[in-house]
C-alpha cells in the first residue's frame, strides 16, 4: 500500500507520520450538544472536520506538510447545562487541554499551530489561551473557523443567518449527513431577547443562558436550509483552508515570523 501523507493523523501510520515531516498542526474544535429537534449533537463536530480534513489534504497537496489532530468533540457548553447532555467540560479544563495539545506539538518540532473551531461558545477562551502561550517564544498559533477561509461569494448563499441551528448548520449536516437530518421538524425558531432596552441599546456581553435564548435549543429560520448550499460553502472553506495552511508550511523560518 501506497504511503499515506494526507496529513489526517487518525488515518496515517508511525511511517508515514515521519515521511510527512509535518511543520505545521491543526487541531479541530467541535462541540457535542443540542441543536434542537431537526438536526444532530454532533452537528458542530461534522462540520469543522469536514473542513478540516479536507483543508490539511489540500494544503499537502499543494506542497505543505501539515498534520491535523483528532477533533476534539466536547468543549464549552456552561450555559447550555439546562439541555439533556449539553456535553461540556470548565474552563480551566478546556484552556489546558489546549495548551497540552499545543505542547505535545512542541515536543515533535511543530511550532505553528492552527485551532480551527466549530462552536461558538469557544472563541473567547481559545484566544485567551491563545494571549497565555505568547509569553512563550518560536511558537506561533492562529484561529480560524470552519467558514472563515470561504470565500465572500459563496457565503452569499445564505439567507437567513443564525448563530444556531438554522439556515446555516441545517445546510450543513443535510449535506454531510442527510440521514440524521429530521426534515418534517425544520422551522422558523424563535429567538428570545432580554426585555432590559439598556442591554439591547449598548450591546452589553453577557454570557446568555442559552434555554432562555433559544428555549427549543435551535433558533432562526431553517425554511430554506439546503445541502447545496452547504456543499457550496463548505468546499470553498476547504479550498481556502488548505491555501492558508499550505502557506503558513511553506513560509521561511525568520525572527520576524510572520511579519
Not at 500500500?1 to 487541531?27: C, Q, R, W, Y
Not at 461558538?120 to 518560536?138: E, H, T, W
Not at 446555516?168 to 428570545?192: A, C, G, W, Y
Amino acid at each position: 500500500m501506497a504511503e499515506n501523507f494526507s496529513g489526517i493523523l487518525e488515518e496515517m501510520t508511525i511511517d508515514d507520520v515521519k515521511g510527512l515531516k509535518p511543520n505545521v498542526a491543526l487541531i479541530p474544535i467541535g462541540s457535542t450538544e443540542p441543536h434542537g429537534p431537526a438536526l444532530p449533537f454532533g452537528t458542530d463536530s461534522f462540520q469543522v472536520q469536514y473542513v478540516a480534513y479536507g483543508g490539511v489534504k489540500k494544503a499537502n497537496e499543494l506542497g505543505g506538510k501539515v498534520v491535523c489532530l483528532p477533533t476534539q468533540r466536547i468543549s464549552l457548553n456552561n450555559n447550555f447545562r439546562a439541555f439533556p447532555f449539553a456535553c461540556r467540560m470548565q474552563v480551566p479544563t478546556f484552556m489546558s487541554l489546549l495548551k497540552d495539545l499545543v505542547a505535545l506539538c512542541r515536543s515533535e518540532d511543530v511550532h505553528r499551530i492552527v485551532f480551527i473551531n466549530g462552536h461558538g461558545g469557544n472563541p473567547d477562551v481559545i484566544r485567551a489561551v491563545q494571549r497565555d502561550l505568547a509569553a512563550q517564544d518560536d511558537l506561533f498559533t492562529a484561529l480560524i473557523h470552519t467558514t472563515t477561509c470561504a470565500s465572500v461569494d459563496a457565503k452569499s448563499v445564505w439567507e437567513n443567518r443564525s448563530d444556531h441551528a438554522g439556515e446555516e448548520e441545517t445546510s450543513q449536516v443535510m449535506f454531510l449527513r442527510p440521514e440524521l437530518v429530521r426534515e418534517d421538524k425544520i422551522t422558523n425558531n424563535p429567538f428570545h431577547y432580554p426585555k432590559l432596552e439598556t442591554m439591547k441599546e449598548f450591546q452589553v456581553d453577557f454570557v446568555r443562558p442559552w434555554h432562555l435564548y433559544i428555549p427549543a435549543s435551535a433558533g432562526g429560520d431553517a425554511t430554506k436550509s439546503s445541502a447545496k448550499k452547504a456543499e457550496t460553502v463548505l468546499n470553498s472553506a476547504v479550498e481556502g483552508t488548505g491555501r492558508f495552511l499550505a502557506e503558513l508550511s511553506q513560509a521561511p523560518e525568520s525572527d520576524t515570523f510572520p511579519y
